[in-house]
Nanobody
Framework: QAQLVESGGGLVQAGGSLRLSCAASIGTFRRYDMGWFRQAPGKERDFVAAINWSGGSTYYSESVKGRFTISRDNAKNMFYLQMNSLKPEDTAVYYC?????????????????????WGQGTQVTVSS
């Protein structure tokens, strides 16, 4: 059964850092592009960052560019979101997702509907 499990969320002060991890049990991990999304209370689920199957291409939302870094380790079936310089507006539930349509280069923000599998989410709270 395909499964994505996030970890690493928590409470942090503004300016601090957190590293989210996502463990993937979805068959051949390198056959998937991966993404991070987040959802704040009362808001839609928004794109944060994506990485292609090889790790050679990444794409970020403007709101996190320069602060967050997405990466993956295909040998371990893991991928990550390093979040630095956190702001209160980064507070949300963060979800990892897997897209079975792989790309050599990521050139646009992907839609949530492009992703086949989702994790259960991990809460990130940034206090001011």
């Amino acid at each position: 059964q395909a499964q994505l499990v996030e970890s690493g969320g928590g409470l942090v002060q503004a300016g601090g850092s957190l590293r989210l991890s996502c463990a993937a049990s979805i068959g051949t991990f390198r056959r998937y592009d991966m993404g991070w999304f987040r959802q704040a209370p009362g808001k839609e689920r928004d794109f944060v960052a994506a990485i292609n199957w090889s790790g050679g291409s990444t794409y970020y939302s403007e709101s996190v560019k320069g602060r967050f870094t997405i990466s993956r380790d295909n040998a371990k079936n893991m991928f990550y979101l390093q979040m630095n310089s956190l702001k209160p507006e980064d507070t949300a539930v963060y979800y990892c997702a897997a897209d079975s349509t792989v790309h050599s280069t990521l050139v646009r923000i992907p839609s949530i509907y492009e992703y086949d599998y989702w994790g259960q989410g991990t809460q990130v709270t940034v206090s001011s």
